[in-house]
């Protein structure tokens, strides 16, 4: 799938959806060689590519962010709206990127590219990978996120050694056995869940028409509101694929019957209105 990285730009780059808008490190350097780019110069050129997958059926608005992951990979991130679902529910551009990374099993993000400073809500996510990560902004010099969010409350004043990266997996059980290929897709992403607050692992996976799953981790965050649900991960990876995504037919949730949340009601909410004819699973872990 070729697409082009800026309007009016000759440079174009090859970016496969089946990636889930991850360019490998190795592609990366030979983007960067072939059109003599720096890394932060490639990071932007590709903003409008991120762009061009937001779903926006609320606003209308599309936003696009690039990652850094510290493999040297590239991560997409757009926004996605819910219609019908509170706003709270939106899934910011920062978010997607963050979450696109965290399914590679990323140890860390280095830098963040977007279009415009990250509201108060996407400096609150961030905070929870690292303080330290670079901002990439047009026409400005890069910042640390610290410099956007001064005295930051994060996982260390809750008592936790580190935050949500590098993604630590969990020997969790499902309480009944299965062979289902997707039933164990979610279980996985269950096992990656980061859950320290509320203690409630839980996973999503989505089939698609075409064949395709994506998977998404539970994602949470000190200051609780910014924290990711599962579907919601999963859809950051099934829009960033693009129109190589095809529609949803089956969604699978694992989650913990013991945790002080669960996330089987917003995901049937949030899954028919992206899917409605889509068929739904819930599938609990073993206490």
Request: hydrophobic share 50%; proline share 7%; with cysteine.
């Amino acid at each position: 799938m070729v697409l082009a990285l800026s309007a009016g730009a000759a440079m174009r780059a090859e970016i496969d959806s089946k990636l889930a808008g991850r360019i490998p490190a190795a592609q990366v350097d030979a983007l960067r060689s072939a059109e003599k780019l720096s890394l932060a110069e490639l990071m932007m050129k590709l903003l409008p590519v991120a762009k061009s997958r937001a779903h926006p059926p609320l606003s209308h608005y599309f936003v696009g962010a690039v990652a850094l992951g510290a493999s040297g990979s590239l991560y997409l991130g757009q926004n996605i709206e819910i219609p019908g679902n509170m706003l709270g529910l939106a899934v910011h551009a920062e978010q997607s990127a963050i979450a696109n990374a965290y399914m590679s099993d990323e140890a860390g993000v280095k830098a963040l590219a977007v279009t415009a400073a990250p509201c108060g809500h996407c400096r609150q996510f961030l905070s929870e990978v690292s303080l330290e990560m670079s901002i990439l902004m047009p026409n400005l010099p890069a910042m640390p996120l610290s410099a956007l969010l001064p005295r930051a409350f994060g996982p260390m004043d809750l008592g936790m050694k580190q935050g949500a990266l590098p993604v630590r997996t969990m020997n969790r059980v499902l309480a009944s056995g299965s062979k289902d290929d997707l039933v164990l897709a979610a279980w996985k992403a269950a096992c990656g869940a980061y859950s320290p607050y509320s203690h409630s692992p839980s996973g999503v996976a989505l089939l698609t028409s075409g064949g395709r799953v994506f998977a998404g981790s539970y994602i949470e965050n000190a200051a609780f509101n910014p924290s990711l649900p599962p579907l919601e991960t999963a859809l950051a990876g099934y829009f960033a694929a693009g129109t190589g995504a095809s529609r949803i037919e089956r969604c699978v949730l694992v989650e913990s019957p013991s945790g002080g949340i669960s996330h089987d009601v917003t995901t049937r909410s949030v899954l028919a209105a992206i899917a409605p004819l889509a068929k739904f699973e819930r599938v609990m872990l073993k206490i």
